[in-house]
């Protein structure tokens, strides 16, 4: 475990184990409501490195452990600048960029500003700029401030996971006081900038391998014909499609999803 100091006041927190016989490194980059818990559940993390794999997790500005001045600008640009910056101070062998949702969209953004990586893992990213993704992440921005976390979680959770994963879930969920987020709160600047991020990606300027990864139970940011006109501009591309899981691919699925990034490392 280590902090990255950036400037005065700003940080990333982050956690690197360097690989073993594999020499591959992957890199996760989180969900905007992510953090670094999602990739080391005991199938992924340990898993990796199990197999001879290395992993670098961290947290952007405004996430668990990484500090923000008041007066940082939290939107996409400085995310990705981030993420290039924590791959070149880390500098891990032969890095695989994995990110999920937005997080894959900045891992390929970061890619194209130089991050260093022989490879790109896309999970449930791919989606075109529309009035309907506008509208959408403008709402979350409101429900946080309403109900912060839990609202937006109770509300879209139905249309984003798999039956089995919403049943499990759904004991501990609808029964708690909603406490709305404020300016200032790490995770509700990182939703607020949200909303600017640029959508309309140069797909086929990606010229090293890409592995796409989507679940049939995303009810909300699935749209097949958008998803195959993107995967069609993208140069060297391969597609798993989970059945059995929605947008949350990492904590629905874990031990396929950790199978198919590891068959994707092993074919570069």
């Known amino acids: 475990m280590a902090n990255l100091e950036i400037s005065a006041g700003n940080s990333l927190y982050y956690e ?15 969900a905007l409501t992510g953090n670094t818990g999602m990739w080391e559940v005991d199938a992924i993390g340990p898993a990796l490195r199990a197999a001879g794999y290395g992993t670098l997790v961290y947290n952007f500005r405004g996430q668990v452990d990484s500090t923000f001045t008041p007066d940082a600008d ?12 924590i791959v070149d101070h880390v500098a891990p062998p032969r890095p695989i960029l994995a990110g999920l949702s937005i997080g894959g969209l900045f891992a390929a953004q970061a890619y194209l ?6 490879g790109l ?45 919403l049943a499990k ?13 404020k300016d200032g709160e790490g995770l509700y600047e990182l939703m607020k900038g949200s909303v600017s991020t640029e959508w309309d990606f140069p ?7 890409v592995l796409l990864m989507t679940g049939e139970h995303d009810r909300v940011f699935r749209i097949e014909a958008d998803i195959a006109e993107l995967e069609a501009r993208i140069p060297k591309k391969s597609h798993v499609v989970f059945g059995d899981a ?5 904590a629905e699925r874990p031990e396929k999803f950790s199978s198919e990034i590891m068959t994707f490392a092993d074919s570069l």
Not at 74 to 79: F, K, M, R
Not at 134 to 140: D, L, P, V
């Open 16 to 30: 690197y184990q360097a690989p073993g016989a594999k020499g591959q490194t992957f890199v996760f980059v989180n």
């Open 74 to 85: 939290l939107g996409p640009l400085t995310i990705v600048d981030d993420l290039k910056r």
């Open 113 to 118: 500003k130089g991050a260093a990586a022989e």
């Open 121 to 165: 893992v896309l999970i449930n990213t791919l989606r075109k700029p529309s009035l309907r993704l506008e509208w959408i992440n403008s709402a979350m921005v409101r429900m946080a401030a309403t109900g912060g976390g839990q609202l937006i979680m109770e509300a879209n959770l139905p249309m984003l996971v798999n039956p089995e994963q």
């Open 169 to 181: 879930m759904r004991p501990t969920l609808l029964q708690g006081d909603y406490q709305g987020m």
């Open 203 to 209: 797909y086929e300027k990606l010229d090293i391998p």
């Open 246 to 250: 929605g947008h949350l691919i990492p």
